[in-house]
């Protein structure tokens, strides 16, 4: 890790590389982006927006499990209450009793709402409101470790399923008759889902973690002409979102979560004026 600092001191001539909180956020960012832009693509193409969304807001629930059961690190009952949270969710989705929108919304604000009242009792919510924008300067040297184990644990699972999650999401009667394990493929992309946002919301942000994942992809439909540019142009979006926002937030004193989220916003637009033409 240390060669990788020197190497960054030496190739970009910016005065904020010299900082190692920044060195730190930077590096987090080129293994976050990448997840997020695979990752969206999906959620995109499945239509899981909602669903990401509730597994964001259920981190209070799972931080509020934590505390209860005394838990040192409540970041360990955050990740069990999320993948949990996300098999639940997905099973109930499955026996289409009612529409998924409806479900993902009676999820989502039950897991909001239960967080928020454990974890505001005795007016300590204070101390966990950096949550809902994260703070990315904050990561460590350790938890960039974690990032990169998850990150080439998910590397190894697209390698693997990826032309079976694509199938599943065209059509998943045909993709049944090709005895591909629907059921299994659709756990093992929630519970990787619950783990990317759980790992990553801490220093995202609650309320923009979602939008970090829909964008780049949304932004990559509008350019792409088939699979393999959507999945490049949205991880080229996202990570290109992620290190000009860390930039600029930097140099304005704005919050990094944020200044990321306007960033590729603006990607967004411009990739839909450009559409067009592109197409």
Not at 31 to 46: R, W, Y
Not at 88 to 100: D, F
Not at 229 to 243: K, L, N, Q, V
Request: hydrophobic share 55%; net charge positive; with cysteine.
């Amino acid at each position: 890790m240390e060669l990788f600092y020197k190497l960054l001191e030496e190739l970009l001539p910016f005065q904020f590389i010299h900082y190692d909180f920044m060195k730190n956020a930077l590096l987090a960012m080129l293994i976050i982006t990448p997840l997020f832009g695979i990752l969206g693509t999906m959620i995109v193409n499945n239509r899981l927006a909602f669903f990401s969304d509730a597994l964001g807001h259920s981190a209070f629930t799972g931080i509020a499990i934590g505390i209860i059961l005394g838990l040192a690190d409540t970041n360990i009952s955050m990740i069990v209450f999320a993948v949990v949270f996300a098999l639940l969710l997905n099973w109930i989705k499955r026996r289409n009793t009612v529409s998924t929108d409806t479900i993902i919304s009676v999820f989502s604000s039950l897991g909001t709402a239960v967080g928020l009242v454990i974890l505001s009792r005795n007016g300590k919510f204070s101390e966990y409101s950096s949550l809902l924008v994260g703070d990315i300067l904050s990561i460590t040297p350790k938890e960039i470790v974690l990032l990169l184990i998850i990150f080439i644990v998910t590397i190894l699972f697209w390698g693997f399923c990826f032309n079976r999650l694509h199938a599943l999401s065209i059509n998943e009667t045909l993709a049944k008759s090709k005895r591909i394990p629907a059921t299994l493929m659709d756990n093992c992309f929630v519970v990787i889902t619950a783990l990317i946002i759980m790992l990553s919301i801490r220093w995202v942000g609650i309320l923009i973690i979602n939008a970090l994942l829909i964008l780049p992809a949304a932004s990559s439909r509008n350019l792409a002409s088939d699979m393999r540019e959507y999945h490049r142009f949205a991880i080229e979006i996202s990570m290109f979102s992620g290190i000009l926002g860390l930039i600029v937030s930097y140099y304005n004193n704005t919050a990094t979560g944020p200044t990321i989220v306007i960033v590729a916003s603006m990607v967004f637009f411009l990739t839909l004026v450009a559409k067009p033409f592109v197409k």
